[in-house]
């Protein structure tokens, strides 16, 4: 029986996509792991693999067509055997389409391409067991009753993997997934008509939101209204750290090195997370989630928003590979082709707008992290010296904004003495 080929969530975030580019066209034959199309989501461009094998039977959404939802069937795949055909004489398009409608209402969208569709494949009751031909083969060879699995495959599909890490006789598998709670409602603002009502008459330019921009919008909001936000500010002397980077960049000159300021910070900022392990933390709904290492996200503007890609264990990396990372990180952030794992965790983030001449500001936290550090530039100011004398230090001024439900004030405090000893004290990040 033909086998629909649904839109994959291929990110958290992604409700709807873009289906950029076909990768093959009808009658090509394909394999588990190649490449169907290309799917823009609301982060980046995407390749998108096939789970199953087959013969590509019909292409049922055309490349560019924009806000795909999820689970939408996209093309048909055709087993061993079937013929372009049997999509007319009861195909699965026509006969799944309802089903898919109820379920995409009862599941909210996966995390991951292989789980695109939601609930497990039906197996009581008489209802067809959904199964590739390879995953059957191999089932029947092992002498596994397909009921006992729980496919991942897209609508609960049954796959190979599915079936080669099963054991004879297993049970299936209990739903466990249940329904996340429903936010809060939001106290509705004015429609947006009536918003461009009250500019009628006057010029203006009419945006449409994409993708990114409405996810940005949805997150920030829900960051805004869930998460109870305090602030802890500190004022950090740089000229130690200035020095030694001048340096440090001197000796690195050969190697085509040269470090940055913001490198320095994604070091310090990793090296306290580990001074006071618990703020290295995030909120899980209920209960709170410490990490051993320290993972930093980093914003990175693009146009038309931002990434946070984040740099994993960076408490053990060094600097010169922190900031090598962090480039490509940020070129590929801007040319939107960031994979999800690159900027999905962490537990804290760094936001510097210090390039910009901004002397602070107040960051919003990107749930699920627990703080994020808002970093401004470094300016000439007069200050106090040890020994009480006027002088003129370079300063620069960080906010920590922090999630009370993960870390208390005094604790927020000592992970920003940490920070501030690490920037005062360079010499000590490279012990």
Not at 176 to 201: C, L
Not at 306 to 315: I, Q, R
Request: a negative charge; charged letters at 25%; glycine letters at 8%.
């Amino acid at each position: 029986m033909p086998t629909e080929v649904l839109m994959p969530a291929l990110s958290p975030t992604m409700e709807q996509g873009t289906l950029a580019k076909w990768l093959v066209k009808e009658g090509d034959t394909v394999s588990s792991g190649d490449l169907l199309a290309e799917i823009e989501t609301d982060k980046a461009t995407m390749e998108f693999e096939a789970v199953d094998e087959g013969v590509i039977g019909k292409i049922l959404i055309e490349e560019g067509t924009e806000g795909v939802a999820v689970n939408t069937p996209i093309a048909v795949l055709l087993e061993e055997g079937e013929s372009a055909d049997d999509i007319k004489e009861g195909g699965s398009a026509p006969k799944s389409e309802a089903p898919a409608k109820e379920e995409a209402k009862a599941e909210a969208p996966a995390s991951t391409p292989a789980a695109s569709a939601a609930p497990a494949a039906p197996s009581k009751d008489g209802e067809r067991i959904f199964a590739s031909p390879l995953a059957r083969r191999i089932a029947a060879d092992k002498g596994i009753d397909l009921a006992s699995i729980k496919g991942s495959g897209p609508k609960g599909r049954i796959v190979k993997s599915d079936v080669e890490n099963a054991k004879p006789g297993a049970a299936p598998a209990k739903e466990e997934a249940k329904a996340p709670a429903a936010a809060a409602a939001a106290p509705a603002g004015p429609s947006a008509d009536a918003i461009a009502k009250m500019y009628e008459g006057r010029e203006y330019e009419e945006v449409k939101l994409d993708g990114m921009r409405k996810t940005i919008a949805a997150r920030l909001t829900e960051a805004k209204q869930t998460i109870p936000h305090f602030y802890l500010r500190r004022d950090i002397q740089l000229d130690a750290l200035l020095k030694f980077r001048s340096q440090l960049n001197k000796q690195l000159e050969g190697r085509g090195v040269k470090l940055s300021v913001n490198d320095f910070i994604i070091k310090a900022c990793a090296l306290a997370l580990q001074a006071v392990p618990d703020c290295n933390a995030v909120w899980a709904g209920d209960r709170v989630l410490k990490l051993k290492p320290s993972d930093v996200a980093v914003a990175v503007a693009i146009e038309g928003g931002l990434f946070t890609p984040v740099l994993k264990d960076a408490d053990t990396k060094s600097l010169s590979a922190l900031s090598a990372e962090m480039k490509d990180l940020a070129t590929r952030a801007r040319d939107r082709k960031l994979a999800p794992h690159e900027y999905q965790g962490g537990t804290f983030a760094i936001s510097n707008l210090g390039m910009f001449g901004i002397d602070n500001f107040d960051a919003v936290i990107n749930p699920p992290h627990g703080a994020i550090l808002a970093v401004g530039s470094g300016v000439k100011k007069p200050v106090v010296g040890a020994d009480g004398e006027l002088t003129v230090a370079t300063v620069m001024s960080v906010t920590l904004s922090v999630d009370h439900r993960v870390i208390d004030g005094a604790l927020g405090a000592e992970f920003l003495k940490a920070l501030v000893e690490n920037l005062e004290n360079p010499m000590v990040m490279l012990a």
